[in-house]
């Protein structure tokens, strides 16, 4: 099946994409916790991770996601995706989250579905 956008979609959605750039471990900590079932929050320990171990964080992630939604991603894919696009990667994971309804929230900016579709 796939994720719902594209990996270089990242100017469809500006708001999310200067969160992630912009506050990147505590996004992709908002993330995990989405991924999680728990919307719009930060945790320590997942910022903390992220902020030290930039791809392999985005990388667990980006598996995390496709696992949970069942995007059929194999583990090259996700690999090479978090450590070669990493902002990429972890713009489009929080794009799949926003359409999927988890709300993973922003630091910066909310994102917006509107600008996605």
């Not at 956008?5 to 992630?20: A, E, I, K, Q, R």
């Not at 930060?42 to 939604?69: A, E, M, N």
């Not at 995007?71 to 990667?89: D, K, M, P």
Request: charged residues 10%.
């Amino acid at each position: 099946m796939g994720f719902s956008t594209g990996l270089f979609d990242c100017f469809n959605d500006c708001g999310s994409t200067l969160d992630v750039w912009c506050c990147f471990s505590c996004n992709v900590s908002r993330q995990y916790n989405a991924a999680n079932g728990v919307p719009n929050e930060c945790s320590f320990c997942y910022c903390l991770f992220s902020c030290f171990c930039p791809t392999i964080s985005t990388c667990c992630l980006r598996q995390k996601v496709s696992d949970r939604y069942s995007l059929g991603e194999g583990f090259c894919t996700t690999f090479l995706a978090g450590w070669c696009c990493t902002v990429c990667s972890a713009c489009q994971t929080h794009r799949e989250l926003t359409l999927r309804g988890a709300n993973p929230g922003g630091c910066c900016c909310s994102p917006s579905t509107s600008q996605m579709k």
